[in-house]
T-cell receptor, first 110, second 114 residues
């Protein structure tokens, strides 16, 4: 089955800095890669996703890049703000169900 | 707004008790999932269902069972609860659609087993 590794497990940045979270996956058949944000005490919510026919996707301050050859994808957050503080999960989906990474706790210090 | 609703939101119970967690959705999605979240372990899949007649085990199904009573309802049961099943449980839905679709999560049920 699919195996997704996510790094780092914790990321601490100053407000205004950039943050990068990286994930690797094992199944070359995976073709859909969503990212979810979970604020403290709340449900995970989709923030951005990318499909395997695309190398990069942007939405305002967030972007995701995908390297299918190396089987890794990354989340980039620019100009971080305190409200970006949350746990971020990556996932990879090939067959019917997604496999999640273990999450990254992002802390943005004012 | 169409949503995914979990009940109860919090539950404290004793070892050996039978517990049912319920999930209902108004999104019209055909796929439903149960996940368990533990600190540092991410979201681990317990069971999933792609329609009313379909039930599939996930990576950590031991000690759990599910029932898909209707397209909109998917319940998770712990037949005889044990303390290491203390966790945050999420129900999620997704649409089969034509291309890959994201999952939509409920607010979670925090379960404590004493």
């Amino acid at each position: 089955g699919e195996n997704v590794e996510q790094h780092p497990s914790t990321l601490s940045v100053q407000e205004g800095d950039s943050a990068v979270i990286k994930c690797t996956y094992s199944d070359s058949a995976s073709n859909y890669f969503p990212w979810y944000k979970q604020e403290l005490g709340k449900r995970p919510q989709l923030i951005i996703d990318i499909r395997s026919n695309v190398g990069e996707k942007k939405d305002q301050r967030i972007a995701v890049t995908l390297n299918k050859t190396a089987k890794h994808f990354s989340l980039h957050i620019t100009e971080t703000q305190p409200e970006d503080s949350a746990v971020y999960f990556c996932a990879a989906r090939g067959s019917y169900i997604p496999t999640f990474g273990r999450g990254t706790s992002l802390i943005v210090h004012p | 707004d169409a949503d995914v609703t979990q009940t109860p939101r919090n539950r404290i119970t004793k070892t050996g008790k039978r517990i049912m967690l319920e999930c209902s959705q108004t999104k019209g999605h055909d796929r439903m999932y149960w996940y368990r979240q533990d600190p540092g372990l991410g979201l681990r899949l317990i069971y999933y269902s792609f329609d009313v007649k379909d039930i599939n085990k996930g990576e950590i199904s031991d000690g759990y069972s599910v029932s898909r009573q209707a397209q909109a309802k998917f319940s998770l049961s712990l037949e005889s609860a044990i303390p290491n099943q203390t966790a945050l449980y999420f129900c999620a839905t997704s649409d089969s659609g034509i291309s890959n679709q994201p999952q939509h999560f409920g607010d979670g049920t925090r379960l404590s087993i004493l």
